[in-house]
């Protein structure tokens, strides 16, 4: 019943804007820590963005910093990240993720929060930026 899926992605030309969301369903979003991170072919999962434990609050990659915000719809249970002045090196498959402890599988990823282990990721969505 747990279930997290991204939606949003597309082409994009640099500089411009796009608008990602993260349903989920079978938890309440607000309950839990709600993390984004990306992958581009061949290479490794990296983060975008997490929420401290520590402060509650959230941090972002610098890569994507004073580019991407976090947002949230509680009343709808999802997430948004909010990407504008796109790069082409933000070309990848977006992914939210958390930490429920009944996950079948497990990924831990270095955010700027930290090393992070997650169990539950959706199917991602593509977000190609060229020209």
């Known amino acids: 019943q747990v279930q997290l899926v991204e939606s949003g992605g597309d082409l994009v030309q640099p500089g411009g804007s796009l608008r990602l969301s993260c349903a989920a369903s079978?938890?309440?979003?607000?309950?839990?820590?709600i993390d984004w991170f990306r992958q581009a072919p061949g290479q490794e999962p990296e983060a975008v963005s997490c929420?401290?434990?520590?402060?509650?609050?959230?941090y972002y990659e610098d890569s994507v910093k004073g580019r991407f915000t976090v947002s949230r719809d509680n009343s709808k249970n999802t997430l948004y990240l909010q990407m504008n002045n796109l790069k082409p090196e933000d070309t990848a498959v977006y992914y939210c993720?958390?930490?429920?402890?009944?996950?079948?599988?497990?990924?831990?990823?270095?955010?700027?929060?930290?090393?992070?282990?997650?169990?539950?990721w959706g199917q991602g969505t593509q977000v190609t930026v060229s020209r």
């Open positions: 993720a958390t930490h429920l402890d009944h996950g079948k599988q497990t990924m831990v990823i270095i955010t700027p929060c930290g090393a992070l282990e997650y169990d539950y």
């Open positions: 079978g938890f309440t979003l607000d309950d839990y820590a």
């Open positions: 929420v401290s434990s520590s402060d509650g609050n959230t």
